[in-house]
Nanobody, 115 residues
Framework: QVQLVESGGGLVQPGGSLRLSCATS????????MHWYRQAPGKGRELVAT???????YYTDSVKGRFTISRDNAQNTVYLQMNSLKPQDTAVYSC?????????WGQGTQVTVSS
């Protein structure tokens, strides 16, 4: 079955960096766009970044120039490199994809930016 497993979250000081990974299985990874979402306490889920099957990428305005989404089709893994982190980036980060009109989500990984 489809599985998405995130890792790489943690506690980091403002200005620091983290690299999130989302390892996938159960589907033909290179055929599908992949997304990173986040949900901060008391807020709704927000799309952070998307990577298509080619060179297409999308970033929400608040992370442009700081975050980079990438994928390794050989490893069936999508990454989110997060630099210059700010306290407002604190959230649970989840990867997701949509297969045959059905959404699939990972369990999420906590990112906390605090001094």
């Amino acid at each position: 079955q489809v599985q998405l497993v995130e890792s790489g979250g943690g506690l980091v000081q403002p200005g620091g960096s983290l690299r999130l990974s989302c390892a996938t299985s159960g589907f033909t990874f290179n055929n599908y766009a992949m997304h990173w979402y986040r949900q901060a306490p008391g807020k709704g889920r927000e799309l952070v970044a998307t990577i298509g099957t080619g060179f297409y990428t999308y970033y929400t305005d608040s992370v442009k120039g700081r975050f980079t989404i990438s994928r390794d089709n050989a490893q069936n893994t999508v990454y989110l490199q997060m630099n210059s982190l700010k306290p407002q980036d604190t959230a649970v980060y989840s990867c997701a994809t949509n297969i045959n009109q059905s959404p699939y989500w990972g369990q999420g990984t906590q990112v906390t930016v605090s001094s």
